[in-house]
């Protein structure tokens, strides 16, 4: 009875040595895998995010890979911290996992604030009556779409819905007009055409321009809300008139009637 025990108590110990010099090694393989180029990579990706913005965020490096996980207030600050790390030296790639844990914002309050926000952009820059976004929101996630006049005015707009608190994600979905000559010729007539008209003159001096006209090779469109079925019908006819127009889309929208007149 006792050699049994003994030979038992043998192979527990056999054993406790062959497990445990494997875990050993799994633990110093692991060390190990941690490069020298990674760990350069980790010091320099922290340099990158030292800024109160990114106090909650952790950064992971693995093949030259970085994987960023925690929170931020902004859809921005995610972004921002996502470029400044891929322009690291010698990250192969960055793994997006930062969450916005901005205010909680219903979806429609959210889509009513920025499409105010939105109509107002770059007022003062000329550029405000060509430009046509739509806007849809789904928990949280913004989705921006029609044509932008120029690069600037569409990076304007990303940019504003970026920086908005409840904004979980942006997705951009927005043209950019092409640059043309003819193009440009025929928004200046067909905007003083439209606004030029008596009867659609107190358009003109609303700085939001209600009343959008956009551009692609010689197509017009019309968006944008005006109050009554005549307002819609005239601004189409007189951008029919403009001379070099192909075709006028009118996509006007009238306004519902106020509370008051309903009662």
Avoid: C
């Avoid at 190990?32 to 340099?47: F, G, L, M, N, Y």
Wanted: hydrophobic share 40%; net charge positive.
């Amino acid at each position: 009875m006792k050699g049994r025990m003994t030979r038992v108590a043998i192979v527990a110990t056999i054993a406790t040595i062959f497990w445990g010099t494997g875990v050993t090694r799994g633990v110093a393989q692991t060390a190990a895998a941690v490069s020298p180029q990674d760990a350069a990579i980790q010091t320099d990706v922290s340099k990158a995010l030292d800024n109160k913005r990114f106090k909650d965020i952790k950064a992971t490096v693995q093949g030259g890979v970085v994987t960023l996980r925690g929170t931020v207030g902004l859809y921005s600050d995610k972004e921002d911290a996502d470029k400044k790390v891929h322009h690291r030296r010698n990250v192969r790639a960055v793994q997006n996992l930062i969450e916005v844990a901005g205010p909680a914002v219903d979806d429609v309050t959210l889509r009513n604030k920025l499409a105010e926000k939105l109509t107002y952009d770059r007022v003062g820059y000329g550029t405000t009556a060509f430009n046509a976004f739509t806007i849809g929101v789904q928990n949280g996630v913004v989705t921006l779409g029609g044509v932008a006049y120029g690069p600037t005015d569409k990076d304007s707009a990303i940019s504003l819905v970026s920086n908005y608190p409840g904004v979980k994600d942006v997705v951009d979905n927005i043209e950019v007009a092409p640059v043309s000559p003819m193009d440009d010729h025929i928004r200046l007539a067909t905007a003083r055409a439209v606004y030029g008209a008596p009867q659609l003159n107190k358009y003109a001096i609303d700085p939001a321009k209600p009343i959008r006209i956009t551009v692609v090779n010689g197509n017009v469109t019309l968006s944008g809300m005006v109050d009554n079925e005549a307002d819609k019908d005239v601004a189409n006819i007189r951008a029919n008139g403009v001379p070099g127009v192909f075709k006028v889309t009118n996509n006007l929208q009238v306004a519902g009637p106020s509370p008051e007149k309903e009662k």
